[in-house]
């Protein structure tokens, strides 16, 4: 790590960026309460923020807009999002922000079901799906064997030479979700206008550390915007983290302390 900085230098030096990355740990609060601080500062130095969101599925983006139109009640939108575990106390304050401040929400991800697909059958499973429902997903998908590949082996604790087709499947519907969510980055900035647009894209922290995963597939398909990835990382003792060890994570890494 380069050296240490302050919040409002951070919010300064991404805000001209087209996308920023915002990796957490799900089940982090502190993490939470700082990402609507990222959003409150960005939002007063660029007025088009949009907040796209792996925890909301593609399919659901009609009842997200109509919630935050006021076309549906909390209680009638809940029902029918499929909403985290922890959306009321993590990702509410995010949602409600943005409605009150008239921000777009952008659910990105690849509905579970199509991914949990892929990982009992493989992504030749999605060919025989209806057109209603491969348009859920990413157009184009790559599976390719590279870092990112032995990143998620590591993370999955399994031993590929044992685990053989089952975990080449579950790498598979990892890819599935990077390349939706990076497809949907691009479908918002194709139509609001990348120039004048900001997407702040919330996920969890393995999907862009490194610039692996969302974030490759992103500059794939954006290779002239610039994009920034900033990790919330719980930790123990702040004050004699080893910084060294997150060498690379990411542009910025953002220290929690872990409750």
């Known amino acids: 790590m380069k050296t240490w900085t302050d919040f409002e230098s951070m919010l300064a030096e991404v805000a001209d960026s087209a996308v920023i990355f915002l990796g957490e740990q799900h089940d982090d609060k502190p993490t939470h309460r700082l990402q609507l601080a ?8 660029r007025n088009q923020v949009v907040v796209a969101m792996e925890m909301f599925e593609r399919d659901t983006q009609p009842l997200l807009d109509a ?24 990702y509410k304050p995010i949602v409600e922000w943005a409605r009150k401040q008239a921000k777009r929400v952008v659910a990105s991800n690849a509905p579970r079901r199509l991914a949990r697909l892929v990982s009992i059958y493989g992504p030749d499973i999605l060919q025989k799906l209806e057109l209603q429902d491969r348009k859920l997903v990413a157009s184009e998908i790559s599976y390719d064997r590279d870092v990112y590949y032995d990143r998620f082996v590591e993370a999955m604790g399994m031993n590929p030479h044992e685990s053989g087709s089952t975990l080449e499947r579950l790498f598979q519907a990892q890819c599935l979700k990077d390349d939706t969510m990076a497809e949907t980055i691009l479908q918002i900035l194709t139509v609001l206008g990348g120039a004048r647009s900001v997407i702040v894209h919330i996920n969890g922290d393995f999907h862009s550390a490194y610039r692996l995963g969302v974030v490759v597939r992103t500059q794939r398909r954006l290779p002239q915007a610039k994009i920034k ?10 004050d004699s983290v080893d910084t060294t060890a997150h060498e690379g994570r990411a542009d910025y890494v953002v220290f929690t302390l872990a409750r």
């Open 38 to 45: 990222f959003l409150e500062g960005l939002s007063r130095r």
């Open 67 to 90: 919630y935050l139109q006021g076309r549906l009640t909390e209680t009638e939108f809940l029902a029918q999002s499929r909403p985290w575990n922890n959306y009321a106390e993590d």
């Open 229 to 238: 990835v900033i990790s919330f990382v719980p930790v123990a003792d702040i």
